[in-house]
């Protein structure tokens, strides 16, 4: 049994899925699926099943994962600090968020603030960014080791790393002010705003935003000419939505702080892309994002 083995597997059980575990360890599918039957003809059990959308745990493969996924980790985390300590380098992690609320904001700078008291070595520099397109920007011009965001917003980078995180907003939904004439009713549906104007977040702040509603509301608009108004921010948008100046397609997150001024109405049939993921380029910094990703599906 090897490290390798072990990391193949792990990872494979976290995602769910061979062909995601070898694009997350820069491996190739046929390589993963070769580690993971040489582990189970040494245990001389299936860690998996496999399915057609990918493949799930046995209840060997749990009780495997539950073992050695810790152990995993301590491996790696003292591989990476001697590493640290030989080349003199790598002891400063920068950190980067963006286009969160500010309730998973709090929760994120609390978890990392129990991350570097777990590995004191570590000179953690945090920084939340007002707009995803300042975040990117500086994961791309090396101001950030690791990011973390909405998956959506990361899915056009190319040569980048990603871990999807556990945290989730749920579905997408209308939102509209209190004021609004319509927000009285029980059910709302898209159709009955398509002469409303529509507000969105402006690409330099989030670069998924404009694209989804435009997308989804194109799908339905017929030959209608939608309203669309862009806003620098995503506060901006809120002020504006509680001032009944738009509506918008949006996850319920934005309603903090004003719960009582704006209506939220799930959209049944809407892509949910809210999940949150932690991103970086440079190979050598694996081991302390997944410590942190750990850390961070733990707490979240």
């Not at 995602?15 to 580690?35: C, M, P």
């Not at 003809?41 to 009780?63: A, M, N, P, W, Y």
């Not at 945090?126 to 690791?146: H, S």
Request: charged share 30%.
């Amino acid at each position: 049994m090897t490290f390798a083995q072990i990391e193949c597997f792990v990872e494979a059980a976290r995602t769910g899925s061979y062909s995601k575990a070898a694009h997350n360890l820069f491996n190739t599918q046929q390589n993963i699926s070769r580690q993971i039957k040489a582990l189970e003809k040494e245990l001389g059990v299936d860690l998996f099943v496999r399915k057609s959308h990918g493949v799930e745990l046995t209840e060997s493969g749990r009780l495997f994962l539950e073992a050695e996924s810790e152990v995993l980790r301590k491996h790696n985390t003292v591989v990476d600090m001697i590493k640290d300590r030989s080349a003199k380098v790598g002891k400063r992690l920068r950190v980067g968020s963006g286009g969160l609320g500010s309730r998973v904001q709090g929760e994120i700078l609390s978890i990392i603030m129990s991350y570097n008291a777990k590995y004191p070595d570590i000179d953690v520099d945090y920084m939340n960014e007002i707009t995803v397109g300042r975040l990117i920007d500086g994961l791309e011009n090396d101001r950030y080791d690791i990011i973390i965001t909405y998956l959506a917003e990361l899915e056009m980078i190319n040569d980048i790393r990603l871990i999807q995180l556990n945290y989730r907003f749920g579905s997408p939904g209308i939102i509209i002010s209190k004021k609004h004439p319509l927000s009285a009713k029980k059910d709302l549906k898209v159709e009955d705003l398509m002469d409303e104007r529509w507000g969105v977040v402006a690409r330099g702040s989030s670069i998924d935003h404009r694209i989804r509603i435009d997308n989804y509301l194109g799908q339905r608009a017929g030959d209608r000419k939608l309203k669309i108004e862009e806003y620098s921010t995503k506060t901006n948008l809120k002020i504006a939505l509680v001032n009944g100046k738009c509506v918008t397609i949006s996850y319920n997150d934005i309603l903090e702080g004003v719960e009582d001024k704006l209506s939220f109405y799930p959209i049944d049939d809407a892509e949910d892309v809210s999940g949150l993921c932690i991103a970086w380029k440079k190979e050598h910094f694996g081991t302390k994002v997944r410590n942190l990703a750990a850390d961070i599906n733990d707490n979240l």
